[in-house]
């Protein structure tokens, strides 16, 4: 456990300091050599394919570990009970609020884009998925061909459900302790390799960022600023107001909680995506008071399910190509819009490009709005996944800390005293449990 007298180590031996001077290389890189910037996104593809190497495992042992630990099977039911309920309620408020931001700001008015003149062949492959986005579909993704093609395929969801039956079948197996103990023993392993990982992630950064300027340009930003301005006002007001109310209800400062996850902010800045922060954060929440198996089991199933900068991109996005387009809709039109987004963002969660992917199955089912509409969007889409991944990772950092407080498994002082006592020290031992990380 961490002490106060901990020695720290200089800020420019930091990763997040490391990380910084990677993401402004990158956009150096991007802006003044564009065509070297557009090949360095096998640099960012490769650090996140590695980190999902990584993900899976550590979500299966750590929900074994934290179920077999508990050795209540009805709390997890609770847990689970309590945490789609807390899913639910804060991603509809933010698709409200998307939605009011939007209809306010309206960034999509007087653009006057004929929607016949829009090429649909860059998002085709989005339409066809969209049309076998449906509910059923999605339930039976969650149940794995194989118990290894679970892990193979990297789905998060299916890892979760084979972690949680193994987890259930271990508190009544008669040589738990010594299995529990193997359990601990491979997390601890898999967090190792993960915070060796994690030294990579400066030319991840660097390489993500390169390609992101070097391929659309400053330019993009400046054409279609007002809709890239609209996502991250909305995305920052939730955060700071919604978040910031629910953190401090549960006694905690947000701005200090934002402190302490600065590693895995930066990471997620400098990759456009939340899974390479994924086994930090579960370590982190972990290390701040929340129990091994709300911890294991909230993060995981809060990627697919608790997306609150998600929710409030797609809301968005679907108004502003009506603004674009010069489509009118009723109010019945828009609440069933809100209506099939609440649906839709959950079950494309996981799936490669799903923000499209849900936005096809959405103007689609409404009929009214052209689906061609979401080729205005493709150049500016990386920097929108850049804030909305971000809102996701703090969402599902205070869906965490709210959960585990519910179920008495959250202790403020601890939590208190850890983010007051945040210093500065090698993040090798940020990812590895065996020693409290830091």
């Not at 400046?222 to 809709?227: A, D």
């Not at 390479?276 to 089991?297: D, F, H, N, Q, T």
């Not at 509409?373 to 850049?386: A, V």
């Amino acid at each position: 456990m961490t002490t106060p007298d901990q020695p720290s180590i200089r800020f420019t031996r930091t990763l997040y300091f490391r990380v910084i001077v990677g993401i402004l290389a990158g956009v150096a890189v991007g802006y003044f050599a564009p065509h070297v910037g557009e090949q360095l996104k096998p640099i960012g593809d490769g650090f996140i394919k590695l980190v999902r190497m990584l993900v899976t495992p550590i979500i299966f042992l750590t929900v074994v570990v934290g179920i077999a630990s508990m050795g209540d099977t009805r709390r997890l039911g609770r847990v689970g009970i309590k945490a789609i309920v807390y899913f639910e309620a804060v991603t509809t408020l933010a698709l409200v609020i998307g939605f009011a931001a939007v209809s306010l700001i309206r960034p999509g008015a007087g653009m006057n884009v004929d929607s016949t003149t829009l090429d649909s062949t860059s998002v085709a492959q989005y339409v066809a998925q969209g049309k076998h986005l449906d509910a059923t579909g999605f339930v039976l993704n969650i149940i794995p061909d194989s118990f290894v093609g679970a892990f193979a395929n990297g789905e998060i969801l299916q890892v979760l459900l084979l972690a949680i039956l193994t987890g259930i079948a271990l508190v009544a197996f008669d040589d738990e302790r010594r299995l529990l103990s193997l359990a601990k023993s491979s997390s601890h392993l898999f967090f190792r390799i993960t915070a060796l990982v994690m030294e990579l992630a400066p030319f991840a950064a660097f390489g993500a960022m390169g390609f992101t300027i070097g391929k659309y340009g400053l330019g993009t930003l400046v054409s279609l600023g007002k809709v890239l301005l609209c996502v991250y006002a909305t995305c920052i007001l939730f955060v700071v107001v919604v978040l910031g109310l629910i953190c401090f209800f549960n006694g905690i400062s947000l701005w200090k909680l934002l402190l302490y996850l600065k590693e895995e902010l930066l990471i997620v800045l400098g990759t456009s995506s939340s899974e390479p922060a994924l086994p930090g954060l579960i370590a982190k929440m972990e290390r701040l008071g929340c129990s091994e198996m709300v911890a294991g089991l909230v993060i995981p199933s809060g990627y697919s399910f608790n997306l609150d900068g998600t929710s409030i991109y797609l809301t968005i996005a679907v108004i502003f190509i009506a603004q674009a387009t010069n489509t009118h809709l009723t109010i019945k039109q828009e609440l069933f819009v809100i209506f099939m987004l609440m649906l839709n963002s959950k079950g494309a969660a996981a799936v490669t490009g799903g923000g499209f992917i849900t936005l096809a199955a959405t103007l689609a089912a409404l009929g009214s709005i052209p689906v061609a509409g979401i080729t205005l969007l493709l150049g500016i889409d990386r920097f929108m996944s850049e804030m909305r991944s971000l809102t996701n990772l703090i969402g599902n950092a205070v869906a965490t800390i709210t959960v585990a407080r519910w179920e008495g498994q959250f202790d403020v002082e601890h939590a208190r005293r850890v983010l007051n006592n945040n210093k500065i020290v090698p993040e090798s031992a940020d990812l590895e449990k065996a020693e409290e990380l830091r």
